[in-house]
C-alpha cells in the first residue's frame, strides 16, 4: 500500500503503535556476529518453547540486528512497554525454558545477565551507568530490519515526509550545516559543505553515493546499521538527493557482507512498495530511485574517486583531486559520497532539529560516533559514545578493561591509515582534532587495543603489508615505496637491522606521506611514524640489540624448556613439526633447527616449564 | 553454484558449460542495458559476480563473452578481474578456507592460523591443493572481530580459531 502523504504516514504509524500486542517483546540478536556465534539454535528454541506452551499471547518474538554486545552473543533481551527490561548474554538453548518462565519479574538462575550501558537521546535522559548514547545505533538492536513497519513504528521516513513536502533544497541543506554534522568516514568534512557544493551545480543529473565499502580490518559499525537498520541509509539518502538535486543513488557494498546486501534489497522492495521511494514520493513530485553496486575486495575503493570509478565497471584506482566529485563526479556527474554512518545521523537531526544535535558532543565535532572495540579489550563490540570522551572511559568504564588482567600498551585507531595511541593520551577527550594532534586518526571509528604481548614494530609491520597488498599501483611513491618500507620493516623483525635501515625507514615514511596520489598512500607510513615517536625503545632493541622485547618476532626469539618440566609429554604432542622429545617422567628437549616458533609448546605447558627469551 | 569435476586440480567445467553459459546470458539479458547504450561498462562488476557464482571463477571463453555483451574489450574485463582480489580466473578448490587477516584477527594469532594451514595442506595463500579439494586464501576483516581469529570455510564462519584446531576444521570437509 503505497502511503501518500506526510498525514497518512503520521495516520499509519499511530495504527501501527496501537496494534495490539503481547506484554513481553522478546528481542533477538540476529546480526551477523550473533548468528556466527549460534542465535540461531537459541531463536530455534525460544520459537519452540513458545509453540509447546501455547504462549504466542505473552510474547512477541522480534530478530534484530546487532546490540553492540557482541562478546557476550548470543544476546537475547526481554522488555515491556513500561521499560522493564532484562538482557541475557551468552545464551544457550538449555537457558531458553528457564529465561522464559522467569519473564520480566527476576532474571533466570543460572544465566549471564547484562545492564543497559546506553540511552537513547531522542527520546531519553542517561540513567546511572548508560555511558553510549545512541543515535546512528537508534533501531539497530531494537527492531526487526527487515520489517519497514516496525521502522515507520518508531518515526521512519517521517523526515523525509516533512523534508520532501514541507522545505526548501537550501533550507535542508542549512540544518545540516548548521547541525556541523561531520563526515564520519574518516576525515570529518562537513557534510552541509558538501552537500551545497552539489547543490550549487546547474540543474541536470545528479548522483547521491553512500559508501558502504566499510574496508577498515576492525571496523563492523557500519555493517551493523546495515544489517540492524537498513531504513535509515534509505531515508538519508533520498533526503540528500532532495537536497543537492539527485534523482538517483547507488549504494556501493562490499562483497564481504552478504547478509547486509540482503537486508538492503529487502528494504529498498519495501520502501518502494510503499511509496517512499519511486516516483512522486509522498505527493510531493519528487522521484528517487536507488540501486545496489557491489565492492569485489579493494580497499582502496574506500576512497571517494576509486569508489566511483569501481561504480563505473573500471579498476578502482584514485585520480587525483580536483576536480572534486561534488563538480564531477560519477560519469562525469556532480555527485555527492557520504558513509553509512554519516547518514544514520541524517534523519534524526531533520526530526530533532540542529541544535538538539550539537547539544551532544565537542564544540568542533557535534553528535556521538560509533566505535568498534576489538583486539585485547574484554567486552569487544560497539560502542556509540558523545564525541569528548576520553579513550581510559571508552576503554575501561565501557569495555571492560583488558582481556586477562594483562597491561595496556595501545590502541590502534584510524586503521591502516591511522596511529596508535598509548597510555599517557587515555585521558584524552577525542574528537577529530584531539586524535590529529597527536599523530592518529577518527576513521571510520575501529579501536583495536594491544597489550603487553604485542610487539610495536610487527603491528606496524602488518599495516604496511596490508597498505603494500592494498595499493591499487598507480603512484610510483605507494606501489614502490611502501613495498620498500615492508623490506626494511621485515629486516628490522627478523633480526638483520642496522642503524641505517632504522633511518633509511624514517626518510622513507617521510617521502611517501609527501608524494602519494591518494589517502591511501599519503596515509600509509602513519603506522610507522606513530610507533616510532611513541615506542622508539622497541625499534632500538630490535635494531641494536637483535631482541623483541614482547617475544613476538620468531627469528628474535627462542623457546627452551626449564627445570621446571616434569615430563608429561603435553608439549610434545602438541609441536606440530615435531621438534621436542624427551623421555616420560623426564625433562625434555627442543631441537632449535627443527624449532617454527610457533609457541604451542609454551602455550599448552602447565607447569610453566617453557621459557621464551 | 555450478558443479565442477576436478581431476589433479584441473576442475572440468565442459559437461556444463552450455547450461552455464545459458544461465549467465540470461542474467545479462535481465539488465536494463538498453537504457545506458554508453554505461553498460557500470554493470560489469555485478555481472562478474554472477558468472563467478555459475562458473566457480572465470576462464577466458567466460571473459570474452561478457566483454562482447557490454561492448568492451577482453582486455578490459581481464584488468578489472586482476585487480580485484574476490575475482580470480583459475579453479579453485572444492573448500574454499579463507583466513581472516583483519587487525582484530591479527592480534589474536592470525598467522598462526595461516602457517598451520599452510603446513597442513602444502600450499600457500592463493593457491588450491593438488587434488582439488582445498583451496587457502585470505581476507581482510569479516567484521566478526568479536570471534577473532576467524575463518571462513565455504560461507561458514569459524571463530576463535588456533593452530591446534585447525586439524578438526580439515576434518570437518568431507567429501
Redesign the interface.
Known sequence: MRIESPAALAEYAAALKARKHAPIKLLVSMG??GI??GTGEVLKAINGYIAEHKLEEAFDVVEVGCMGL??A?PVIMLTDDKGKRIIYGDVTPHQVPAIMQAGLDAPATGTHTIDRCWYYPEDEQPAEGELQARIVLRNTGRINPEDIDQYVAEGGYSALAKVVTSMKPQEVIDVISASNLRGRGGAGFPTGKKWSFAAAQPEGEKFIICNAD???????MD?AVLEGDPNAVLEAMAIGGFAIGAHNGVIYIR????LAVKRLENAIKQAEEKGFLGKNIFGSGFDFKLEI???????VCGEETALIH????????PTFKPPFPAIQGL?KRPTVVNNVETYACIAAIIRKGADWFKGLGTAGSPGTKVF?L???ISK??LAEVPMGMTLRQIIYEIGGGIKDGREFKAV?TG?PSGGCITKKNLDLQIDYEALKSIGSMMGSG?M?V?DED?CMVN?AK??LD?TAD?S?GKCTPCRVGNRRMLELLNKITSGEGTMEIFEKLKTLSATIKDTALCGLGQTAPNPVLSTLANFEDEYLAHVKDHRCPAGVCAALIQFNVTDKCVGCGLCAK?C??GAISGEKKMKHVINQAKC?K???CFNACKFHAIAKI | MGEMHCVNGVCEISSRKSSQMEELDAYIKSLPLADNPT?K??????T??RAQSIFGYLPVEVQSFVAER?G?SLA?VY??IS?????TDKPIGRYAINVC????C???GAA?VV??LK?KLGVSEGETTADGKFFLGV??????????PVVMVN?K?Y?HMT??KVQGLLDDCKD
Not at chain 1, 214 to 220: K, M, N, S, V
Not at chain 1, 255 to 258: D, F, Q, S, T
Request: contains cysteine; negative net charge.
Open positions: 551477523t556476529c556466527a556465534a557482541c562478546y552473543e566499510e574496508g577498515d580490518p576492525g571496523a563492523f555493517r562483497a564481504e557482507y552478504p553496486k557491489f565492492g569485489a575486495g579493494a580497499f569501481s561504480i563505473e565497471g573500471q579498476r578502482g584506482e560519469w568498534a576489538a583486539g585485547k569487544v563490540g590502534q586503521g575501529g583495536i594491544m604485542d603491528i602488518f599495516f596490508f592494498e591499487c602438541r606440530p613439526v617454527i610457533c609457541g604451542a | 554505461r561498462r557500470g554493470f560489469l562488476i555485478q562478474l559476480h557490454l568492451i578490459e584488468g578489472v585487480f580485484y582480489s574476490f575475482f587477516t583483519g587487525t582484530a591479527f592480534v589474536k598462526q602457517d598451520e603446513r581476507l581482510r576483516c569479516l567484521g566478526a572481530c568479536s570471534m577473532a560461507g564462519v571463530g593452530a591446534e
